[in-house]
């Protein structure tokens, strides 16, 4: 009979919850926590979780929900879930988004019909960076073309005189290759776009490669595709005939099982593990001790997506009521980013330099990545122009 | 030439790889009469059980073998358990099932060998290439696929065209009712044929492992695939699965290799590179609707 009461009165207590209005800060946290790529949710789960330990579980002293929902991949998914969160939950902030696709897929959903703010850890397709650019949209990540031009600017200062590209043909894939295009200005001698997620096998365009002797092969392949290309493309013998150079397709999640195969194949980034900086290495040492492994990209910008938000709501007191005020104070950028110097531009993207990274051995022996050199300081994308927006 | 060359036995490897998982899906359906899209968590599981026994063993080949047997009690139990009870319902419940079941399996694997993907390492035998011609490299790897694909294709030709056992898998195929009404143990016939099954379709997984990398859920691409090749074929034709698996990768490699500069003479380059993805992946089912229109019941498909 108690039992009964206390689960009466606990089931009361929820329907008494929205009359304390405010008494929490939401945020809804979108990624992939099932199938294939669930690896890079998860990390980006621990990451913002790591975050809000950090600032102990609360924003301006109050607490701090954060609700995981899985997109499963698929861009209608992803807007459903961002539909609940914004509707039903009505969230404070959402974050996360992986995927391009899934990000253009729920945008409108969020910044226009919940006039909700919407902070990206990971996708950021061109036309959010350019035309399509909204006062409640925020990137803690980067736009799409900026890692690649990067790379471009590596390969263009390394002397490599003609470059085969692949990468998936999805919205992100192609602003992947657009970018290296933007910086590199030798001879593109082939490119393929890739069905994207679902092929497997890359035999027919290792082949192709293999027939036109390029000095260099450019590939975008996030998460178990990247993994997927190392091992096939060591196993079709171009390994030490045509150097391989790549963006987001060896990084912490995948480097466990490409190992000594992403040994010599340069990336850039706009965040490596170890950046000097203070806010960096508490973030990698305290995410080790927790997790045993390091922490990837995806989770730095879904950390300094959290805080950022903490960043913004303690400026305003946890008074979250009057919007302008919120979007003023997210767009000061007043926190500090795991990757050093951070500000937003008129579009919203970040200014942050670009770093070129190479797989070693740490000392006990765990494949990581190490920076080796910078490859663009306070960079802009190349879409801001184009953003109304000032 | 050279090219071409390497692009027909990349088609020829994607498609023996496809034959396996064909084979086993297109027998369950022709004798059982059942829609089993769990096919691909075989597939997938085969490739898991590899990578555990390769890690305990530390041998490719002893792992993978290994790996067989295992798929085969896997094989057993799914049919003693639930695809029985199965066979007399229609195929709308075939479907909920085995959706289900690929549910299932996909949580198992996350819960017993986690979310991210494992990587199975090829021995250096495998690993490098090897001279198909005098300077033209091949693969190691995918020649010893293309070599174990055709051993366990003319295996299936001889035990299902020379063996007691194929005459009742065939005579299955065409009439379940007229075989059971004849004394056959179809119970132990329907049991070992989803066995055979379970064990082509981890022959495949595993194969596929060292290349693809394994992930959740990575039979559940390819199962599209395999059944569109048995539906070319003909349900329940093991030569109708071989040659369509085989026109299949042909038509995949051909539309990846050979497209994208086809039209990139007729359309602007980056217009062609978006397009020719798109194009090759709906050519497979083009090509199956054509056969469709021709056979409605497939290349070797039984006549109604």
Known sequence: MLTRLAAGAAALSLFAA??????????????????????????????????????????????????YEDDTFKPDVGKAKSEKLTVQDKVNFVTGYIWSNVLLASLKTVVDEADTILISANAGPSQIAGELCHKNYFSTSWNNDQTPMAMGAYLQSK????????????????????GVKRTYKGTIVGEDLTKWPDQLDFSAELAKIRSVKPEGIYIFYPGAHGVQFLSQYAQSGLRGQVPLYQAFSIDALSLPQQKDLALGVPGAQQWVNDLPNEQNKKFVADFRKKHGTY?????????????????????????LANKDAVRAAIKKANFKSVRGDFAFNNN????????????????DGNFTLKTVATAMTAAKDPHHEKCPMK | MEYFLLQVLN??????????????????????????????????????????????????????????PAALALGVIVELVIARRLYARDHLDHVLATFGLILFFNELV???????????????????????????????????????????????????TRTRIGMLIRAGASNRRMV?????????????????????????????????????????????????????????????????????????????????????????????????????????????????????????????
Request: proline share 4%; glycine share 12%; charged share 10%.
């Open chain 2, 180 to 304: 059971a009404a004849l004394g056959v143990n179809i119970e132990l016939l329907f049991t070992l044929v989803f066995g055979l099954g379970a064990i082509l379709a981890a022959i495949a997984g595993l194969m596929a492992a060292p290349i693809v990398s394994l992930k959740i859920g990575m039979g559940d691409d390819i199962l599209i695939l395999a059944f569109v090749i048995i539906v070319i074929g003909g349900i329940g034709s093991i030569k109708g699965a071989f040659i369509a698996a085989m026109v299949v990768g042909q038509v995949d490699i051909i539309g990846r290799a050979f497209l994208p500069d086809l039209l990139k003479k007729v359309m602007s380059s980056s217009a062609a590179s978006t397009a020719a993805p798109s194009i090759s992946q709906v050519a497979v089912y083009v090509l199956m609707a054509a056969v469709l229109v021709w056979r409605p019941t497939g290349l070797f498909g039984q006549r109604q």
């Open chain 1, 295 to 319: 922490p990837s990209f995806y989770g730095a910008q879904s950390y300094d997506s959290i805080m950022l938000i903490a960043s913004a709501v303690e400026a305003l007191k946890g008074d």
């Open chain 2, 11 to 68: 088609g020829i490897q994607l498609g023996l790889l496809m034959f396996l998982l064909a084979a086993g899906l297109t027998l369950v359906f022709g004798i059982m009469d059942l829609v089993n899209l769990a096919h691909g968590s075989l597939y997938m599981l085969g490739a898991y059980f590899a990578w555990t026994f390769m890690g305990w063993t530390g041998s490719f080949v002893l792992g993978a073998l290994l790996a067989l």
């Open chain 1, 159 to 178: 002397g490599v005189k003609s470059l085969y590209l692949m990468a998936g043909n999805y919205a992100a894939g192609r602003d992947m290759l657009a």
């Open chain 1, 18 to 67: 929205p009359a304390m209005a405010q008494s929490t800060i939401k945020i809804g946290f979108i990624s992939t926590f099932s199938g294939p790529q669930a690896a890079i949710g998860e990390d980006m789960r621990r990451s913002a979780n790591l975050a809000l330990e950090h600032l102990g579980g609360k924003m301006a002293g109050k607490t701090v929900e954060i609700i």
């Open chain 2, 110 to 160: 996350r819960v017993l060998w986690g979310p991210a993907g494992k990587s199975i390492t090829l021995p250096p035998a495998l690993a490098g290439t090897i001279d198909i011609l005098p300077g033209v490299p091949y693969p190691t790897y995918r020649f010893a696929i293309i070599v174990v694909g055709a051993v366990v294709a003319l295996f299936l030709a001889w035990l299902v």
């Open chain 1, 348 to 363: 919203n993207f970040p200014i942050q330099n670009f770093y070129i990274q190479e797989t070693v051995k740490d000392s």
